[in-house]
């Protein structure tokens, strides 16, 4: 679908409910949310939960705070980076697989993560310190400036290359287990340093048609983030790169892929992408402005994720300031937009103590909507919070807090 008769109607009121309806499906199991939305972006904060909790509990029906890393090695699901570091379907997570086009490593280097394998293997799965109290690596520099143990370094770095793959968690700390791209048969003191030309050989290695693989991670991410606004469309499939270094240098082809086959149109100036065979027009998509209900979303979640969409639809700034001096914030540490029927009109700052869900609402207009069924979708809506973040035993408590002051719409 390309621009016709039909298209050149779509609004803006069309792509925004397009996007709440095809993002905000009804909540199913687990494994089905995860496949469906392609990938559920990470994040270590909890405030009050993890982002990923906040994002899939919308999309999965009695979802919990936790659940994903307590159900997570029973799932066919990895952690790995994508455009963003997070959860994917292990069939998708494979496509990226063996990554090539790295760093290479030193021989020291190499012999070190070939030692880490060996003890791997020996074990099934380890814990960092584990790790870190046979080898002794002692601490290198990160990527902040700081310093941190090497041994969770080259974890990492072995975890990007397939050689490791995370098992689990224990207390929020990854555990590791040999990965589907690790070498068969280590030799620390023969093997070259690891590049491109050198990488491991896997049934993954090669594939008939690359082109065809990156085409199909750039499904993934329409799939998620549509429709999208041109420039969006365009980062994400250049973020790509992160999690396929080995095609880098296809990216700029597979962005023209896309926009041949995607579904588009132009409206007020922007042009916007979606998956072909849908319809921004249907009228199912109207319903989302005609339910009175409150979401109270992560900051991460699909639906806001994009900020210059977000602009697009709701007619304010929304920034994500949990790492902005507390001096400069202006909506909170921790701020989930509130969505109300098919509109974003303030934020909520939540904390969870001692079983109470303290809330701290702000509106951008400066007050609530008067009607009733507002406050009524509001409560509905904390009390689910409030559930959700409570252990399955216990019967939550919510406690209101007094509400943000006004701010203006747009910075």
Known sequence: MHHSAMTAAVTLDHLRRHALARSLFAPTTLPRAIERLGFVQADPIRAPA????LTLRHRVADYRAGDLEQRYPRLAVEEDFFVNY?????????????????????????????????????????????VDGHFQHGKA???????????????????YRGWLRVAGREGG??????????????????????????????????????DAVFDALADVVVRKYAPLPERTLAELVLRLRYGAPQWAHRRQAA??????????????????YW?????????????????????????????????RRFEHFWG??????????????????????????????????????????AADIGHVSGRPPRERAFRVALDDELARMAQFLSPRAVSPRVRPAPRAPALPASR
């Open 173 to 210: 700390v990854r555990l590791y287990a040999p990965g589907a791209s690790a070498p068969t048969t280590p030799t620390a003191t023969t093997t070259p340093a690891l590049t491109p030309a050198s990488t491991p050989a896997s049934p993954l290695d090669s594939p008939a048609d690359p």
């Open 50 to 53: 993890r982002a990923q909790d």
């Open 255 to 272: 962005l023209a892929r896309a926009k041949a086959r995607l579904a588009h149109t132009r409206v007020d100036g922007v042009t916007w």
């Open 86 to 130: 997070g959860f994917l379907p292990r069939a998708t997570q494979r496509l990226m697989h063996p990554r090539s086009g790295t760093s290479p490593w030193t021989r020291a280097r190499r012999a070190q993560a070939e030692a880490v394998l060996d003890f791997v293997r020996e074990r099934g799965v380890v814990h960092p310190r584990d």
């Open 275 to 307: 998956p072909a065979g849908e319809s921004p027009m249907q009228a199912r998509h109207a319903r989302v402005a005609d339910e009175a209900r409150v979401r109270l979303l992560a900051p991460f979640d699909p639906v806001v994720w994009d900020r």
């Open 141 to 159: 520099r990160n990527w902040f400036g700081g310093s941190s143990n090497a041994s969770t370094q080259l974890l990492d770095a072995m975890h």
């Open 316 to 357: 304010w700034a929304y920034r994500f300031e949990a790492y902005t001096p507390a001096a400069s914030r202006q909506r909170g540490y921790y701020a989930l937009p509130l969505l109300w029927r098919d509109q974003v009109i303030g934020w909520a700052n939540l904390a969870w103590r001692d079983g109470r869900l």
